[in-house]
T-cell receptor
Framework: KQEVTQIPAALSVPEGENLVLNCSFT??????LQWFRQDPGKGLTSLLL?????REQTSGRLNASLDKSSGRSTLYIAASQPGDSATYLC??????????FGTGTRLQVTL | EPEVTQTPSHQVTQMGQEVILRCVPI?????FYWYRQILGQKVEFLVSFYNNEISEKSEIFDDQFSVERPDGSNFTLKIRSTKLEDSAMYFCASIKGLAGPRGGELFFGEGSRLTVL
């Protein structure tokens, strides 16, 4: 059974810092890994999708990497802004089509 | 930009009542999903739906739950007799899925918050 873990659970950084969020998964037989952003009481906004054959994806200030063999993915946020404050979730798609979600990292970017 | 829309945004119901949550997936998408998130917990898979039938369901999705695509646009989740533990945010999602359900990006709605009293 796939288990997805995210560390840290919470992170507070000053504006302008670069930061890395970590995601690990126990079953390396994944089809893809997706990173989402969730604002309090809101839905999930897709940020990046990495296919199992890819090593990384970039969108603006965001860069996500995937290392299937070690069961890890990272989300790198460059030059963080207060508007980046949210919970970031990773989710892996396995042999079934469902996503298995991590517990999330709650990010606070301070002025 | 096309989006998944859900109604209602919040519903309060009494234990034992039936609830129907509605979703309009993105129009050219083929695979549809319901997930839920109990406050403070992980987002959990409930059910996937393709070609007018359930393709997969979790152990949470028991006989009290059902899904339907009554027309070409709506996708509904029905809870027959709600329990206190059904209180959660319910998310609908869809994927284009031209190459199957695992190849692409999953798009989520804003969620329907269900409170069972």
């Amino acid at each position: 059974k796939q288990e997805v873990t995210q560390i840290p659970a919470a992170l507070s950084v000053p504006e302008g810092e670069n930061l890395v969020l970590n995601c690990s998964f126990t079953d390396s037989a994944i089809y893809n890994l997706q990173w989402f952003r969730q604002d309090p009481g809101k839905g999930l906004t897709s940020l990046l999708l990495i296919q199992s054959s890819q090593r990384e994806q970039t969108s603006g200030r965001l860069n996500a990497s995937l290392d299937k063999s070690s069961g890890r993915s990272t989300l790198y946020i460059a030059a963080s802004q207060p508007g980046d404050s949210a919970t970031y979730l990773c989710a892996a798609t396995g042999t079934a089509s469902k996503l298995t979600f991590g517990t999330g990292t709650r990010l606070q970017v301070t002025l | 930009e096309p989006e998944v829309t859900q109604t209602p945004s919040h519903q309060v119901t009494q234990m034992g009542q039936e609830v129907i949550l509605r979703c309009v997936p993105i129009s050219n998408h083929l695979y549809f999903y319901w997930y839920r998130q109990i406050l403070g917990q992980k987002v959990e898979f409930l059910v996937s739906f393709y070609n007018n039938e359930i393709s997969e369901k979790s152990e949470i999705f028991d006989d009290q739950f059902s899904v339907e695509r009554p027309d070409g646009s709506n996708f509904t989740l029905k809870i027959r007799s709600t329990k206190l533990e059904d209180s959660a945010m319910y998310f609908c999602a869809s994927i284009k899925g031209l190459a199957g359900p695992r190849g692409g990006e999953l798009f989520f709605g804003e969620g329907s918050r269900l409170t069972v009293l």
